[in-house]
Nanobody, 126 residues
Framework: QVQLVESGGGLVQAGGSLRLSCVAS????????MGWFRQAPGKEREFVAS????????YYEDSVKGRFSISRDNAKSTMFLQMNTLKPEDTAVYYC???????????????????WGQGTQVTVSS
């Protein structure tokens, strides 16, 4: 059973930074693409960033490009999302997600992922 556990969320002022972590267990972490999504109140879950199984390729939603950085440490089965220059519109619950297809390219849509964490709240005050 794959388990994903996020941490690192919190309350931060606009312009600040947070680093989210997602620890995976239950299978070989390094063989699967991973992604971050977020969901604000009253809105649909949206893609934030994704990373290939080896970590060499990453993709971002336009509004976070240049501010967010996704990375992974396969030796520690952990994925990260470094968030800088945070804005109030970044406020949401952030979810990590894992693909179920080994060595497949990362998706930028939710149905491309089979496993999800419980989410961590990020609140950016203005």
């Amino acid at each position: 059973q794959v388990q994903l556990v996020e941490s690192g969320g919190g309350l931060v002022q606009a312009g600040g930074s947070l680093r989210l972590s997602c620890v995976a267990s239950g299978r070989t972490f390094s063989s699967y693409a991973m992604g971050w999504f977020r969901q604000a109140p009253g809105k649909e879950r949206e893609f934030v960033a994704s990373i290939s199984w080896g970590g060499s390729n990453s993709y971002y939603e336009d509004s976070v490009k240049g501010r967010f950085s996704i990375s992974r440490d396969n030796a520690k089965s952990t994925m990260f999302l470094q968030m800088n220059t945070l804005k109030p519109e970044d406020t949401a619950v952030y979810y990590c997600a894992a693909s179920s297809v080994r060595y497949y390219r990362p998706a930028n849509f939710a149905s491309g992922y089979a496993y999800w964490g419980q989410g961590t709240q990020v609140t950016v005050s203005s």
